[in-house]
């Protein structure tokens, strides 16, 4: 068969086919009574095994060694072929992750996108202050895309970078919170744990909404952050979480503080007053707890707080008894 017809039968073009015969890959040595090289079966078989290895990604040199070679190893090839494939797309998948993030930054120009490359490239830098530095400029330059920003706040262990990405997303408004509420049910705690205190420095009804669903996540972290920014929000949804954060010595002050601005609403502060009394009526908690809860009486207002704290003023236990009696002196002078 003479090299046109290979051609046309095989798919490789007629120059392709030269080439390998000047690397010496096909050798067709019949010749015709013209001159012209002649294909054998076992050329034309081996054009084939040439374009199934390629396929692969071997080199031509490679698919030399390992069509020519009696003790080449296939499998270590086969091997080093998978690592390669695996960081080519590695590096397309970052930069495919790049272009989306540049293209959903709407950038007018190129003026913009170099922009918007600097501040990726700086939020990725070894060096904290160059990424706090992204941050605190992304909303002066180039905006930075939303995804990039909580990809950031995510994965930073810096605190100071990790408050100033806070920053930046709660300008972003709402457009952060899908993210982050992916970023809420990660299987790494530290990750729920950025997420919600993201989550809790963003402003507005739907931030508020995820809280409420955060709130009764099984993540006890998740919850307590939950449960303090709702709090200063004038969301009573998480008030059982306030208690227990009094309970257990966690945050109590801020708790306290949490559940003295929900019952600047008359409603509610009967309901957290009879919760308060519940806690300390049981029988796990213990001394130092009750003191805690008793002093949480303190800026509840309303009647039924004043005679929980006169009941307290007797209590058994003198440390509470005292408490009581002189938070009760201070609500009465004023």
Known sequence: MLIGEV??????????????????????????????????????????????????????????????????AASELVDDLIRQTRERIAAETELLTRLRRIGSAEPAGWRDVLQIVALLQALGSQSPETRQ??????????????????????????????????????????????????????????????????????????????????????????????????GARGVADGVPTLIDMIVEEVNDVDAADALSTLASRPALADRITGLLVDRLAGATTRAAARRRLAQALADIPGALASRALTELSHDGDRAVALTAAYILGIREAR
């Open 7 to 72: 051609a046309r039968h095989s798919g490789v073009s007629a120059r392709m086919l030269r080439h390998y015969e000047s690397l010496g890959l096909v050798r067709p040595t019949v010749r015709t009574g013209a001159g012209y090289r002649e294909y054998a079966e076992e050329d034309i078989r081996r054009v084939f095994h040439i374009e199934s290895l390629r396929s692969l990604g071997l080199s031509l040199r490679e698919v030399g060694r390992a069509l020519d070679e009696p003790g080449f």
């Open 133 to 230: 530095r992204a941050a605190l400029s992304s909303a002066d330059e180039a905006p930075v895309p939303v995804e990039a920003l909580v990809e950031a706040v995510l994965s930073e262990t810096d605190p100071s970078v990790a408050g100033a990405l806070r920053w930046a997303l709660a300008r972003s408004g709402a457009a952060p919170l899908p993210l982050l509420a992916h970023g809420l049910g990660s299987p790494v705690a530290e990750v729920r744990k950025r997420a919600v205190r993201s989550v809790a420095e963003i402003p507005g009804d739907e931030a508020t909404a995820l809280l409420r669903e955060a709130v009764a996540a099984p993540d006890v972290v998740v919850r307590r952050y939950a449960a303090l920014e709702l």
